[in-house]
C-alpha cells in the first residue's frame, strides 16, 4: 500500500527521540540544496528496510510526497523545491508506468541518456542526477527501496565559467540610465543602486522589507538560500537613491494600494513585490541604453561588485561573507576576473615579467 508522506510535526516521536533516518534525510536534502549544481553525496543509512510494493501511478505520487517532505520538515527554499520538482517530474514521466522498485542501474543510466538526447547542458544534467539522488534516498528511508542505485550514476565534471564582469564606466553609466522621463525612474535607479552596492541577488532585493533597511546604519538586512540571513553594508549613493525613492515615490504607490503595498521596499506602480522577472526586464532595459553588453542581467552586477571589491584590496572571507556564499571556493572565482591584479601578480613574480 502506498501512503503518502504527510507534513511532518517537531515533537518528537515515541520514547523522546526522533527517527535518526529522518534527521539524516533533513541533513541530506539540505546538503543538496547547497550544491545543486554539482555532485551530491547521499548520507548512507545502515538501516535494513523491506522493499515495498508500488503501483505503475507510484511515481508522480512519490515525487509530490517528497516535494511536500522538502518544503515542510526540511524547510528548503521555495527555488530549490521548484528545481526538484521540475527535475523529478521529468523522471515520473520518463518512467511511465514502470515499477519504480525494479528499476536496475542500466534503467538509470537510460534516463541519463534520455537527458543528453535533448541536449541539455552538463550542469542541467548533473542537477537532474543530484535530484534523483537525493529522491532516491528519501524512498530508501520511507521503506520503498532498499538500495540507493542512483549513488553509482556518475556526473560529468563541469568546468567553471569565468563570470561576467563591467567595468567602472559601464556601471557608472548604467546606473545613471533611468531619466526623469521614465515611470518610477527614482525606484529604478534605486534597484541598481542596490543590486550593485550590495551584491544581492534579484530575489533577495525583491524581498526586502522596510525593516530590513538602517539606512542611518548604512548597512541592510538580506535573506539569501535557505532563508540564512546575512548583514550588507550600504554606500552614500545607494543610501541616497534610496532615501529619494522611499519619500517621492512608493509613499505616494503605499498610498494609493494600502491593501497590497505591505512591507516591500520595491513596489510595482500597483502597489505589488517588485517581482524577479520584472527587476531582471528592468535590469535589461537598462543596460541597452547604457550601451551595456545584451547578455548581462542582474547576477552580473553581482559579479561585478565582487570583483571591484577584491579588486580594492578587500579580504576574500569579507567578500564571501557579503556574498552569503557557504563555501569560499564558490568566491575563489572572482580572483581570476580582474585582469590588472593578474597582470600585477604576473609582473611582481614572473622571473622573466
Known amino acids: 500500500m502506498i501512503r503518502k508522506t504527510p507534513a511532518k510535526s517537531d515533537k518528537p516521536a515515541k520514547g523522546g527521540k526522533k527517527p535518526p533516518g ?4 533533513a541533513a541530506e536534502l539540505q546538503a543538496g540544496s547547497q550544491h545543486h549544481k554539482g555532485a551530491a553525496k547521499a548520507v548512507k ?3 535494513k528496510v523491506a522493499r515495498a510494493t508500488v503501483t505503475p501511478t507510484a511515481g508522480r505520487r512519490y515525487v509530490a510526497a517528497f516535494v ?20 523529478l517530474r521529468k523522471f515520473a514521466d520518463w518512467l511511465g508506468q514502470r515499477d519504480l522498485t525494479a528499476l536496475k542501474i542500466q534503467d538509470l543510466a537510460d534516463f541519463v541518456a534520455h537527458l543528453h538526447e535533448q541536449s541539455l547542458a552538463a550542469a542541467s544534467v548533473a542537477r537532474h542526477i543530484v535530484s534523483l539522488k537525493v529522491f532516491m534516498r528519501y524512498l530508501q528511508l520511507e521503506g520503498v527501496l532498499k538500495d540507493n542505485l542512483a549513488e553509482l550514476l556518475g556526473s560529468q565534471k563541469l568546468w567553471h565559467r569565468v563570470p561576467q564582469v563591467l ?10 540610465a533611468p531619466r526623469a522621463r521614465d515611470r518610477l525612474w527614482r525606484r ?3 534597484l541598481l543602486e542596490m543590486l550593485y552596492a550590495t551584491g544581492c541577488r534579484a530575489s533577495e532585493v525583491s ?35 534610496v532615501r529619494e525613492y522611499l519619500a517621492e515615490e512608493r509613499a505616494e504607490i503605499a498610498k494609493l494600494h494600502q491593501t497590497t503595498a505591505g512591507s516591500w521596499v520595491f513596489l510595482t506602480r500597483r502597489g505589488l513585490r ?7 526586464e528592468l ?15 542582474p547576477h552580473t552586477l553581482r559579479h561585478s561588485f565582487a570583483t571591484h571589491v577584491l579588486a580594492g584590496g578587500a579580504d576574500l572571507r569579507q567578500v564571501q561573507e557579503m556574498l552569503g556564499h557557504a563555501s569560499i571556493s564558490t568566491t575563489q572565482i572572482y580572483t581570476h576576473v580582474d585582469q590588472e591584479r593578474l597582470k600585477k601578480v604576473h609582473k611582481d613574480f614572473h622571473p622573466r615579467a
Not at 567595468?167 to 545613471?176: I, M, Q
Open 22 to 25: 529522518k534527521q539524516a534525510a
Open 45 to 47: 543509512s545502515g538501516a
Open 68 to 87: 511536500e517532505y522538502s518544503r515542510s520538515e526540511c524547510h528548503l527554499a521555495d527555488n530549490t523545491v521548484a528545481a526538484y520538482r521540475r527535475d
Open 167 to 176: 567595468s567602472t564606466e559601464v556601471v557608472d553609466r548604467l546606473l545613471a
Open 188 to 190: 529604478d535607479r534605486a
Open 207 to 241: 524581498h526586502l522589507r522596510i525593516s530590513d533597511l538602517h539606512l542611518d546604519e548604512k548597512f541592510c538586512r538580506c535573506r539569501g538560500k535557505g532563508d540564512k540571513e546575512r548583514m550588507v553594508p550600504l554606500g552614500r549613493r545607494a543610501i541616497e537613491a
Open 274 to 280: 517588485l517581482r524577479r522577472e520584472r527587476i531582471w
Open 283 to 297: 535590469v535589461k532595459l537598462y543596460a541597452a541604453r547604457a550601451g551595456a553588453p545584451a547578455s548581462m542581467g
